[in-house]
């Protein structure tokens, strides 16, 4: 069974830090490795993304500079580092992958449960 399962969420005050894991099980590394987010009463917004095979990433003007996304194939593990966490950085993050790599949702065919993140000023 193919699963993603995502960890490190909590509550941090602004300028902060947290890191998210997304541990991987069931399935072969896809091609592509992401970051969403979801705030209460907006849509699911593409925050980093990893091209697995050549490391290339890419990121959301809204958190580039402050997020950095890694992988350690060894331990099937995708990472989301949060520094400088500002208040609206506040969502629900969901780990997801799929075959092309891109900001929209629907690229991504297999997706985790979520970890909470929330900033407070």
């Known amino acids: 069974q193919v699963q993603l399962v995502e960890s490190g969420g909590g509550s941090v005050q602004a300028g902060g830090s947290l890191r998210l894991s997304c541990a991987t099980s069931?399935?072969?590394?896809?091609?592509?490795m992401a970051w969403f987010r979801q705030a209460p009463g907006k849509q699911r917004e593409g925050v980093a993304r990893?091209?697995?095979?050549?490391?290339?990433?890419d990121y959301a003007d809204s958190v580039k500079g402050r997020f950095t996304i890694s992988q350690d194939k060894a331990k099937n593990t995708v990472y989301l580092q949060m520094d400088s966490l500002k208040p609206e950085d506040t969502a629900m993050y969901y780990c997801?992958?799929?075959?092309?790599?891109?900001?929209?949702?629907?690229?991504?065919?297999?997706w985790g449960q979520g970890t909470q993140v929330t900033v407070s000023s």
């Open positions: 990893l091209y697995t095979g050549n490391g290339y990433t």
């Open positions: 069931g399935y072969t590394y896809s091609n592509c």
């Open positions: 997801a992958a799929g075959r092309l790599c891109g900001s929209a949702p629907g690229l991504f065919d297999v």
